[in-house]
């Protein structure tokens, strides 16, 4: 089966051709971070008018990649949710258009589905299986005792960990988005100050970064006062240090509790080096593969739509002409 992928839900306009669900025949992710660096986030009129502009241009560059041609696909999955409303717009509008004029069948996804499924296209899913995910808006563990079944068993409560990096990366003057400045800058710092942990009631998954987030800016204010300065360096792998802490530390207790047979990490966020490292470590101590996909696959981009797509393909699952932009859906 070949399904075609279509992603527009932030700031990344992107079309992919998969086959069978795990075979990349082409990935075409078109950025914009360009655009959006100097208001230091992304400006959602702005996101949608370079989705019109791009939309076509990256779809005839998928086709030209993969040397295939409309005959050859057999379904179109395009992201429903959640996202920016205008931007989501621009994606399903083109799928519609697109499943109608060429009589192919149409399937939504939701977003974060398609973040746990970018890891698919490197390996085989193996269930029971935990996601954690981490990216600009969300921060999830996510248990799957199936193909296209989701179990949220713990969120943030708050901020999302993609989020806080952003805002604590403004805090220091970094440029956006901030999170693999500070990850470059921890490499080089220590974690001298002890930033606080949330790990919230005992038994919850749950995840809470806006404290953290208050704890930094207050540090760097009262130090500045005081007349003390830290070196960026430092306050960058503290800050870093202390997601890192709870997000490694709560992953390895659901995978145990859970007795899951594969844990995958996915979203922005699972780019970051220390972050990686702790899980390659925690994970390393136990007999549960892990799984962090390759950079590329880590952040916005069309295959890993198309590969969810090819699931909700497979198990029947058919948008209508109705099929609507939900900028709040829920992962299930
Ligand atoms: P969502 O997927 O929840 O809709 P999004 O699409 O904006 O949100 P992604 O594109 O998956 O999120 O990831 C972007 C986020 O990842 C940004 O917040 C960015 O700062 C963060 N990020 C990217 N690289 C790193 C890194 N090396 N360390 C920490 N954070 C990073
Ligand atoms: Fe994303
Ligand atoms: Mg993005």
Redesign the pocket.
């Known amino acids: 089966k070949y399904i075609l992928g279509i992603e527009t839900?932030?700031?990344?306009t992107a079309v992919s051709i998969v086959k069978n669900g795990r075979e990349v025949l082409s990935n075409v992710v078109a950025s914009q971070i360009e655009s959006h660096k100097r208001f230091g986030g992304?400006v959602p009129e702005i996101a949608s008018r370079h989705h019109v502009e791009q939309i076509t241009l990256v779809l005839e560059e998928a086709f030209n990649e993969s040397g295939l041609d409309w005959d050859d696909i057999d379904a179109i999955a395009v992201t429903e949710g959640?996202?920016l409303v205008g931007a989501l717009l621009i994606g399903v509008n083109a799928a519609k258009a697109l499943a109608f004029a060429k009589g192919k069948p149409l399937v939504g996804v939701h977003?974060?589905a398609g973040?746990i499924y970018a890891n698919r296209l490197e390996e085989e899913f193996q269930f029971p299986l935990l996601a954690l995910i981490v990216?600009?808006?969300?921060t999830e563990l996510v248990l799957m005792k199936e193909h296209g079944s989701y179990e949220v068993i713990g969120e943030t409560r708050d901020d999302?960990?993609?989020?806080a990096?952003?805002k604590v990366?403004r805090m220091l003057n970094l440029p956006y988005?901030?999170?693999?400045h500070?990850?470059r800058l921890a490499a080089e710092g220590d974690a001298v100050i002890d930033f606080p942990r949330a790990w919230l009631e005992e038994d919850s998954f749950d995840f809470s970064f806006s404290g953290l987030k208050s704890a930094v800016i207050n540090k760097i204010h009262n130090a500045k006062q005081k007349g003390i300065t830290f070196k960026q360096e430092d306050i960058a792998a503290s800050f870093q240090a202390s997601v890192i802490d709870v997000l490694a530390t709560k992953t390895l207790k659901a995978a145990m509790q859970h007795n899951v047979k594969q844990v995958i990490v996915a979203?922005?966020?699972a780019?970051?080096?220390g972050?990686r490292a702790e899980l390659e470590a925690k994970f390393k101590e136990t007999t549960i593969p892990l799984l962090i996909p390759p950079l590329r696959l880590?952040?916005?981009n069309a295959a890993m739509i198309a590969a969810a797509g090819t699931i909700n393909y497979e198990q029947g699952k058919r948008s209508g002409m109705d099929l609507n932009a939900n900028p709040s859906l829920l992962l299930r």
């Open positions: 839900s932030c700031d990344e992304v959640p996202g977003h974060i973040h990216s600009g808006g969300h999302a960990a993609g989020e990096y952003d990366a988005p901030g999170g693999p500070i990850d979203g922005g966020v780019a970051n080096k972050l880590c952040t916005d």
